[in-house]
């Protein structure tokens, strides 16, 4: 499994996550490695040697691909991840500063919590906060003020 922004900002960046069930493609690359290994470690020339080399390459890049390219912290998605984090953050900051004080009434993103506690640092309490309302997507959807309060993502039930 690739690790969501979920799991980049709760886990780090490198939440490894749960096994998933092998493509027929990298179940294909896996079995052909591990053959030609086993003919290169016993047959040594200079040809197995080049096998065996080309199969651990091959071996290789299914991991690779996920470690380069598939990740929310890597090169490729990086930049994306942390302007969605931040759009979320300061939407919520923003919604705080404009109340004077904000609370999480319904929150269904665990990996909201952190950003959320963030934004709202530097708010005081009060008797009466407006509500904020977190949807299982809230970092990915965004927020939109309603009537005094703030819904991010999509919210079963307030």
């Given at each position: 499994?690739?690790?969501?922004?979920?799991?980049?900002v709760t886990?780090?960046?490198?939440?490894?996550?749960?096994?998933?069930?092998m493509?027929?493609?990298?179940?294909?690359?896996?079995?052909?490695?591990?053959?030609?290994?086993?003919?290169?470690l016993?047959?040594?020339?200079?040809?197995?040697?080049?096998?065996?080399?080309?199969?651990?390459?091959?071996?290789?890049?299914p991991?690779?691909?996920?470690?380069?390219?598939?990740?929310?912290?890597?090169?490729?998605?990086?930049?994306?991840?942390?302007?969605?984090?931040?759009?979320?953050?300061?939407?919520?900051?923003?919604?705080?500063?404009?109340?004077?004080?904000?609370?999480?009434?319904?929150?269904?993103?665990?990996?909201?919590?952190?950003?959320?506690?963030?934004?709202?640092?530097?708010?005081?309490p009060?008797?009466?906060?407006?509500?904020?309302?977190l949807?299982?997507?809230?970092l990915?959807?965004?927020?939109?003020e309603?009537g005094?309060t703030l819904?991010?993502?999509?919210?079963?039930s307030?």
């Amino acid at each position: 499994m690739i690790p969501s922004l979920s799991h980049m900002v709760t886990d780090g960046a490198n939440h490894v996550g749960e096994p998933g069930a092998m493509t027929p493609l990298v179940s294909l690359v896996f079995v052909a490695s591990v053959v030609l290994t086993a003919l290169a470690l016993r047959r040594r020339s200079r040809v197995m040697d080049g096998v065996g080399i080309v199969a651990v390459v091959c071996a290789a890049l299914p991991g690779l691909s996920t470690f380069a390219a598939q990740r929310p912290s890597s090169r490729l998605q990086g930049t994306t991840a942390a302007a969605l984090i931040e759009r979320f953050r300061a939407q919520v900051q923003g919604f705080a500063e404009e109340h004077q004080c904000a609370a999480v009434r319904a929150s269904a993103c665990v990996a909201c919590e952190p950003v959320v506690d963030f934004a709202l640092a530097t708010t005081a309490p009060c008797a009466s906060p407006a509500p904020i309302f977190l949807g299982k997507d809230a970092l990915t959807a965004g927020c939109a003020e309603a009537g005094g309060t703030l819904t991010c993502g999509e919210v079963t039930s307030q």
